[in-house]
């Protein structure tokens, strides 16, 4: 696998990833029919205790029929921002994300990548992620300081 194969994402909140790099380069390097790979999540909550999300069955697929559409579904949890590792040529094959998409880009990449390529998760936890008040989606909205059409959006 060449140094330019894949791309990993980040996010602001992510602690990082968890030891180092070797098992997404080498799920990669093992299988070119696979395009993303997903992990596990540690969520971080204020008060210092954790919460690890492993994926515990069925580990790879593709949206290429009712079964995978299924699978895919119920496993996208682990293909978030933080959680994705992409190879540069299913990147290249979707393009541009469309510009109207502020909110949930990543879904869009992951789902059509889901479609051009298999999907690998992994089952271990390769991230950290911090929950605290400035987080969208997964604190309450009380102590939520996102902008009021951010919050607006988040109540949906």
């Not at 510009?99 to 879904?107: K, M, R, S, V």
């Amino acid at each position: 696998m060449q140094g330019r194969d894949c791309r990993i994402f980040w996010t602001a909140t992510t602690g990082g990833l968890r030891g180092n790099c070797k098992p997404l380069a080498g799920a990669l390097a093992g299988n070119t029919s696979i395009g993303l790979i997903g992990h596990g999540i540690t969520e971080v909550f204020p008060d210092g205790s954790q919460h690890v999300q492993l994926l515990k069955d069925v580990p790879r697929l593709r949206i290429d029929s009712e079964t995978g559409a299924r699978a895919f579904r119920l496993r996208k949890s682990f293909l978030g921002t933080s959680r994705m590792t992409m190879r540069a040529a299913v990147l290249r094959q979707i393009g541009r994300v469309p510009e109207a998409l502020t909110i949930e880009a990543d879904e869009y990449l992951f789902t059509l990548t889901g479609f051009l390529s298999d999907v690998l998760i992994l089952g271990e936890s390769l991230t950290f992620y911090r929950l605290h008040a400035g987080n969208a989606f997964q604190v309450p909205m009380e102590t939520n300081k996102l902008s009021g059409a951010n919050r607006r959006y988040s109540n949906r």
